[in-house]
């Protein structure tokens, strides 16, 4: 599953709002806005930093290496992907 669909998805089953996560991040140490929250959800923004993605996962309760796969899948070139994938 893409990242954007694991954050997305994540926070609908959660019912919360961008507001609440990104105050709730800020217990981890981790200040975001809600409007980065909302590129991340959508799709319009490449996946987060490690840091934003552990505190995400805890806010939102889910897996964080679920969520660090789906991110390093899509910052990764696809010719390197496919190399890791072949050897």
Excluded at 15 to 37: E, R, T
């Amino acid at each position: 599953m893409s990242y954007h669909k694991i954050v997305s998805e994540s926070i609908a089953e959660k019912q919360m709002s961008l507001k609440y996560i990104s105050k709730m991040m800020k217990n981890y140490g981790v200040v975001v806005d809600p409007s980065y929250l909302s590129k991340l959800k959508n799709g319009k923004k490449t996946p987060a930093s490690e840091e934003v993605n552990n505190a995400l996962a805890k806010v939102l309760d889910i897996d964080p290496m679920e969520l660090k796969v789906a991110a390093y899948r899509e910052k990764i070139p696809k010719e390197v992907l496919e190399r890791l994938l072949i050897s």
